[in-house]
């Protein structure tokens, strides 16, 4: 079983910044793809962005130059720096470890003046 906590979400205000972190149990993090998803109300969870074990990475196109995935294998750890943040950035943000199909609790972003 994984499992993964993330925390850093929060209240901010557009243009403003933020950094995930999802922490993963297990050995052989090294070797799964991570990805980031988030939920808005009423809206469906969509991907954000993705990175492969080797390092390989894909966004959406709404946050293309504006958030960097990235992984420390050291520490277990996938995170999503998010500049820029817009209002349709609002949304509940998930961890995913796409390998094994395990997903986070989620943590809650508002971006709002």
């Known amino acids: 079983q994984v499992q993964l906590v993330e925390s850093g979400g929060g209240l901010v205000q557009p243009g403003g910044s933020l950094r995930l972190s999802c922490a993963a149990s297990?050995?052989?993090?090294?070797?799964?793809?991570m990805g980031w998803y988030r939920q808005a109300p009423g809206k469906q969870r969509e991907l954000v962005a993705a990175?492969?074990?080797?390092?390989?990475?894909n966004y959406a196109d709404s946050v293309k130059g504006r958030f960097t995935i990235s992984r420390d294998n050291a520490k277990n750890t996938v995170y999503l720096q998010m500049n820029s943040l817009k209002p349709e950035d609002t949304a509940v943000y998930y961890c995913?470890?796409?390998?094994?199909?395990?997903w986070g609790q989620g943590t809650q972003v508002t971006v709002s003046s």
């Open positions: 297990g050995s052989i993090f090294r070797l799964y793809v």
């Open positions: 990175i492969t074990s080797g390092g390989s990475t």
């Open positions: 995913h470890a796409v390998t094994t199909g395990y």
